[in-house]
């Protein structure tokens, strides 16, 4: 039989080696947290350096994309990893860029929120008591121990403590909320990032009737730069993300979630492979106008970002489909980003998000300064090979309950400030914003497709609309929700009578900004 070829790849002793550990889906304070902290505290650290430490997450982590990018990192850049099994090992293998280590209380976890901030000032990684022998062992010794520190004292005092002790130390150009999970559970993907940039962390409220918190977070959002960021995610527990994003917009501050976010202390400092230009899946020439037909036509775009959902399930490339780009991973995560572009197939088309360079609300934003975000996002538009770019607008409130839609002085801002876009996209839920320029349109969602609706009913829904809707060619815009994937989606369409019919996006918004049959509308009634 044929010989099957072998290629061999040879690389120097030292030459891009790193490390890698395999984390367990336990994050809770009597379990497997105070490991995990510790880790992450130490990647932050380590990663200084160069990059050398990397994590793989469950299954169940909402960034489902840490083992495939290993391989990416491995097969495609030649990259070794060497495996750990421990934060003894950890220790062992980066001793020396340890300063110290810091005990945070159990019975406090917003002790351990405080620590990590430390930790980044200190380049001491962050444990429990139960770690002390450990660290001990490693002839580390004490930075600062929080046991009995916080005890019975509220949030709002504890972080006056640490603005008091660390702010006028910590980073002007990033923040970390570390929020999410609350409770007996912590999920500090994102922590690396933070220490690694010496960041304030904390997971202050953004609810305005938690008045103490509430002050104290504009406080803190008020001494950053502007236009800088805040990563993480806000807390479960205290408020929404419309909240959260609101008030960070209001500062001009660009948020990356979430909380879960990994790596990036390790992923930033990997540039792409020698030659590599990003390079989307366009369907339309420029200058080519498409001719719809008389039927209902649709397209589908999967919000919140590449990594959540359905990236790496099946059915990828199988039918035309969008995808939000988190754009500011061309510099957070360049490699990564790379996976992704030479992953897709050609039924996988890029677009741009979420309403700038960074999650913003554009209603928030002052107005002299919405001008600036829309043209940061537009550069980052340009280095990714966008030509689509998403607005999602919830200053009002609740995704169900506030208005997404824009005022005519938003929209023209987005058109001014990306003449290369052959179209916008607005709204989470269904809204009503509906513009075209020179041929470019702004169409609003007319679906959200949950996760869990069923689906003949979602099936039906769309039939409904096409009744509602009765003027061809009918535009109808889908919104499909993180964590569902395509086969799902195609169950959904395949139901649907011939009629519809999927197109892909820029062939979407192509027909839609040459045969217009929506109305002209924006939030302020204006025609």
Known sequence: RKEQEVTYTFRRTGADEAWVMHFENDWTIDGKLPEHAGLISLQGIVNREKPQLYFVYPPEWDFKFTPSVLDFLQNDRFLGFTELNSLDSAIAQFRDPLKGYIVWDKSVRTSLIVAFTLAGLTDAIVISEDEIPLAESHGLALEHDFRGQFTGQSDVEIYTWAYEAYWDRCSRDYIVWMGGEHGQIMKPGVADWGIYNRAFFTDLSARPTDVEEYQMTRKLLSEQNKFSFVFGWHSYKKDTEEQHVSLTSQYSLRVEGLHTLPNMSFSSQIPPSPGFVFRNNHNVKPGEKKVPKEKVYIACIQTDCLGIGGWTEPGRGEIPYAWEVTMNWVWLAPAMMEFFYKQATPNDYFVGALSGPGYMYPRSVPEEDLPVMVEKAHELMGQLDLKVFE?????????????????????????????EAIGLINGYAPAYTFAVRDGRPLISYDYYLSPTQPEADAAADLEELAVVNPKRPYFLLVHVRNFSDIKRVQRVLNRLPSEFELVALDTFLNMAGNTPTFVERYRDGEK
Do not use: N
Not at 392 to 405: L, R
């Open 391 to 419: 607005i999602m607008e919830y200053t009002d409130g609740g995704f169900y309950s506030g208005s997404p839609d824009l005022p005519k002085r938003i929209v023209d801002a987005y058109y001014d400030g990306m003449p």
